[in-house]
């Protein structure tokens, strides 16, 4: 749940500031929309993965793994969008956008782990080898 708060926290704070145009970018703004909005597609994404954490099901988990890193994928996008030199010129990158691509891999790795410890007794339930 951190990494999604932190997600939405770096999205509001500034990616990149352009000289040429003299504005900050964020997930919400670029100049003419020319990039987009990448919050609607991160967002939805890493909610997906940091719900499907929460919830106990198989299906969901192998979801939530492929969500997951077409979360990181789309932020590395941006990342390179956001922070890539065009016509001479390179903005200068900022805290958010380092803070959206660290918040997505977290995500992703968060997908990776299990939704709780097994109980000793509760093994042989799950379908496990016994010791008989």
């Known amino acids: 749940m951190l990494a999604f708060a932190l997600l939405v926290a770096a999205c509001y704070l500034p990616w990149a500031f352009y000289a040429d145009v003299d504005k900050h970018f964020n997930g919400f703004f670029s100049e003419k929309n020319i990039y987009g909005k990448?919050?609607?597609?991160?967002?939805?994404?890493?909610?997906?993965?940091t719900l499907s954490a929460f919830i106990k099901n198989s299906w969901l988990?192998?979801?939530a793994l492929l969500v997951g890193g077409l979360n990181v994928a789309y932020a590395i996008k941006n990342f390179l969008l956001f922070g890539s030199c065009y016509r001479g010129y390179c903005p200068e990158k900022e805290i958010g956008l380092y803070l959206m691509l660290i918040s997505s891999v977290v995500i992703f790795v968060m997908s990776f782990l299990p939704e709780g410890l097994i109980q000793p007794?509760?093994?042989e339930e799950r379908g496990?080898?016994?010791?008989?």
């Open 61 to 63: 988990k192998r979801a």
């Open 128 to 132: 496990g080898t016994s010791d008989k």
């Open 121 to 123: 007794g509760k093994r």
């Open 38 to 49: 990448p919050y609607k597609l991160l967002f939805f994404f890493a909610g997906f993965t």
